[in-house]
């Protein structure tokens, strides 16, 4: 008569009738417990993008509804809590030279350029801005206005 057991580890015993039993090594709890370790990783690693995701998703939906205090309320919050983030200080910047607030929106920029945002979205930006200053005839910047049509964001002067 053989008798198996299993468990953790994969010694061989004696059982009291003298026949040496193989225990088999746990792989299947191994297995499980590494796939449980690496999920919690991934979704420890991936959380925090996840979560920037919905928060630019909420800003971007206030944007498209001009709902320019709420977008910027957001953007406050997404900043203070990422202050190194290039695309919530462009937006930010952005909703700010919407609201005429041009201080925060010389300032956001500056602070996106500096954190990498990409150059030609800036200089769109300030180009918006002498159009809603009047220092830019908006007649003479065609290519302004066919670029929000190509995806550029906030293209509404």
């Known amino acids: 008569l053989i008798v198996r057991s299993y468990s953790v580890f994969s010694l061989p015993i004696a059982n009291p ?4 039993i193989q225990r088999r090594a746990g792989w299947i709890s ?8 690496l999920l919690v990783l991934v979704v420890a690693l991936g959380l925090p993008y996840i979560q920037r995701y ?19 309320l957001l953007l406050q919050q997404f900043v203070a809590q990422r202050p190194t983030d290039a695309e ?27 954190q990498g945002w990409p150059e030609a979205a800036i200089d769109f930006q300030t180009k918006l801005q002498g159009i809603q200053l009047g220092k830019l005839d908006p007649a003479q910047h065609n290519e302004l206005l066919t670029k929000g049509d190509q995806g550029v964001e ?3 002067i």
């Open 17 to 20: 009738t003298g026949l040496n």
């Open 30 to 37: 191994a297995k499980l417990l590494w796939t449980i370790g």
């Open 54 to 72: 919905q928060e630019l998703l909420n800003i971007q939906s206030s944007i498209d509804r001009e709902d320019l205090s709420q977008a910027r």
């Open 88 to 114: 919530g200080l462009y937006l930010l910047g952005s909703v700010a030279r919407r609201q005429g607030d041009f201080l925060t929106f010389r300032n956001c920029m500056e602070l996106a350029q500096t």
């Open 154 to 156: 906030n293209a509404v």
